[in-house]
């Protein structure tokens, strides 16, 4: 009997439509660091310091399109995603300099924004299930910068989306300096410990103890770091500032308007508008989780918040119950190691069938986590929360896992991307 492959061949990226991003130079050139990826289907987004390529890897080919956005000398790419807000399919980019882009797939430029005057180091885009008893799902786009974390309301992205797409707006007829022309969004300061790698908002929270009743709403927010592995916060969506935030809107501003009138006189420049900073809006810190010399890098959330894993940079991965704030799992030895989530269906045995001699079997559907670990060479998938590891596949040099942004009527499937070989497959659901 032939051995039963658990990756499926969906697709394949020829070398030459990423040769701008070092692809097919060297051996494993998918693993270097400074490459970025998000896949979206049949679409899929890489991009390396100042460019990026978007190529599709289903049937339908066309010639990839690259984007190059207008950046500083010293200003690169540092963070990408796909943004499907029902038909409106688009890719997000954030720079070192804290802007935020938003492409069409043919490459017209949609958003051009400032989020924060600091590295954009994550672009979480999702959507989650609201808390209303309509039972409706929302979206959400969270960027993360150091120490500072962004909210932007899916209603907000999809009308603005709709207005551009209503317009069919080209480049040239975009004005950026319009602030109509600007998507809103929430700021708050979670530097409480020190400068963050990695955060993300799990889903809303119930107000603090003894609170009046208002129609605040409130987030929880888990962020990964130096000084504190992991750390937790409550995002309250009022505009009243936090010291921290108090200070830097007023000091920001003066700093930022004496160096320019200084570098006017030195240089004679002509005056150019600089961008307005987003006041904070209130975070209070609820735990933390100090182990030096650990160090917190990656977040990876569940579908619906409930679970994150969180890579550390001794190779250890915590399993975070985000509701409890509680670390349930440990998993040692997973160096570089990704981690995303994905729904399996497990076989379960019912034991012998009533009418012959095979075995009946049932399968349920659960959530597990996939880790790659390339120092390994080897994928796992391990049944959550408690649960056995159920599949170990090996893998080449050179791979990376991706998953498209969460949607609550997609199911949760997980990509391995061959990039020396330029294969795409689908890692089965069905496991047994």
């Known amino acids: 009997m032939a051995r039963r492959s658990h990756l499926t061949p969906v697709g394949w990226i020829a070398a030459e439509d990423l040769d701008e ?36 890897w289903d049937d339908r080919r066309r010639d990839s399109v690259k984007i190059r956005p207008t950046l500083a000398p010293s200003e690169e790419i540092t963070a990408v995603e796909w943004i499907p807000i029902g038909e409106i399919l688009a890719v997000a980019l954030g720079t070192s300099a804290g802007l935020l882009f938003l492409y069409s797939t043919d490459g017209d430029l949609i958003l051009k924004q400032i989020v924060y005057t600091a590295r954009l180091v994550r672009l979480r885009f999702r959507e989650v299930e609201s808390q209303s008893f309509g039972g409706d799902s929302s979206y959400d786009l969270c960027a993360v910068a150091s120490g500072v974390i962004a909210r932007f309301d899916g209603s907000d992205i999809k009308s603005f989306l709709q207005r551009w797409s209503g317009e069919s707006r080209s480049l040239n007829d975009i004005d950026h300096t319009n602030s109509q022309m600007k998507i809103p969004y929430q700021l708050w300061n979670i530097t409480k410990f020190g400068i963050c790698a990695d955060a993300a908002i799990t889903g809303m929270m119930p107000p603090p103890l003894l609170e009046l009743p208002s129609q605040e709403r409130y987030y929880c927010a888990v962020a990964a770091g130096d000084d504190a592995v992991i750390s937790a916060y409550r995002l309250s969506e009022d505009r009243r500032r936090s010291l921290v935030g108090a200070i830097l809107s007023k000091v920001v501003p003066t700093a930022v308007s004496t160096l320019s009138s200084f570098s006017k006189v030195i240089w004679r420049r002509e005056e150019t508008s600089k961008p307005k900073i987003q006041p904070f809006a209130k975070a209070s810190h609820l735990t933390c989780l100090k182990d030096h010399p650990r160090k917190g890098e990656k977040i990876t959330l569940s579908p619906r918040g409930t679970l994150a894993a969180i890579a550390d940079s001794l190779g250890r991965i915590l399993l975070l119950d985000t509701q409890a704030l509680v670390v349930v799992r440990l998993w040692k030895g997973y160096r570089e190691a990704s981690c995303l989530f ?56 050179g791979c990376k896992i991706l998953q498209p942004p969460t949607r609550l009527d997609s199911p949760l499937e997980v990509f391995l991307w061959n990039g020396d070989s330029g294969q795409l497959s689908l890692l089965n659901t069905l496991i047994t």
């Open 21 to 56: 991003v070092g692809a097919g130079k060297i051996e494993g050139w998918l693993s270097d660091p400074s490459l970025l990826a998000a896949i979206q289907t049949p679409y899929l987004v890489i991009a390396r310091r100042t460019i990026a390529i978007i190529v599709r």
């Open 342 to 397: 994905m729904e399996a269906h497990v076989a379960r045995d019912e034991g012998p069938s009533t009418s012959s001699n095979a075995r009946q079997i049932k399968r349920e559907k659960c959530l597990c986590l996939v880790i790659h670990a390339p120092k390994k060479g080897i994928l796992e998938v391990w049944k959550m929360r408690t649960g056995p590891r159920l599949l170990t596949v090996k893998c080449p040099r």
